[in-house]
């Protein structure tokens, strides 16, 4: 069973020199079956916080870019999807590719509250837990999936696969998660 997951982003000059660690016992969770499904889910866990920071329109209803009778409107209507008053459509913002990696490679520079909720989103309770992973330490090889680099292309085409609705043909599969997939441990060296 996989319960932590470790992983650098980035590539060569640009990998970063510290890991991020998850782990999902903290929320009950026995571990995963596969590389697949835990990659998978935290991809999905990375996408539901994504999205309350950066797509949802209710969520950051309060952001500078929201003009106030469309925040009038969200809050009486939490569905509204024009403003009654000016008549803008209220709507979430696409998903893009290149600010969901930025998003996954900047947590290498967040703090405890930067990073904001860690239980749940407006989407999911989420199954991979940042913080606190001392128990890390003593794990067994063979319950750790580690990504030296790239982290956040890997965690992107995990999630395209999972959602392929949000696939704009930019990107295709990276080769580590080709590899994951097939319960490979990429050889890094």
Not at 110 to 116: F, I, M, N, V
Not at 158 to 185: I, V
Request: glycine share 6%; charged share 30%.
């Amino acid at each position: 069973m996989y319960k932590y997951i470790i992983m650098h982003c980035g590539y060569v000059e640009n990998n970063m020199t510290a890991a991020l660690i998850f782990q999902c016992q903290f929320f009950g969770h026995p571990g995963y079956s596969s590389r697949k499904e835990a990659l998978t889910e935290l991809a999905l866990d990375m996408y539901a916080k994504f999205y309350d920071d950066y797509l949802s329109i209710y969520e950051n209803r309060y952001g500078r870019d929201v003009k106030k009778c469309c925040r009038e409107a969200l809050i009486s209507n939490k569905e509204a999807k024009f403003c009654s008053e000016c008549g803008s459509q209220i709507k979430d913002k696409g998903f893009d590719c290149e600010q969901f990696m930025e998003f996954v490679t900047n947590l290498h520079c967040t703090c405890c509250d930067s990073y904001g909720e860690a239980e749940s989103t407006s989407q999911r309770d989420l199954c991979w837990w940042p913080y606190w992973n001392d128990d890390f330490i003593g794990a067994p090889k063979e319950e750790i999936i580690y990504i030296a680099e790239n982290a956040e292309m890997v965690l992107l085409s995990a999630l395209l696969d999972a959602k392929p609705e949000l696939n704009n043909g930019e990107y295709g599969d990276h080769s580590d998660w080709l590899r994951f997939k097939n319960e490979e441990q990429p050889e890094y060296r």
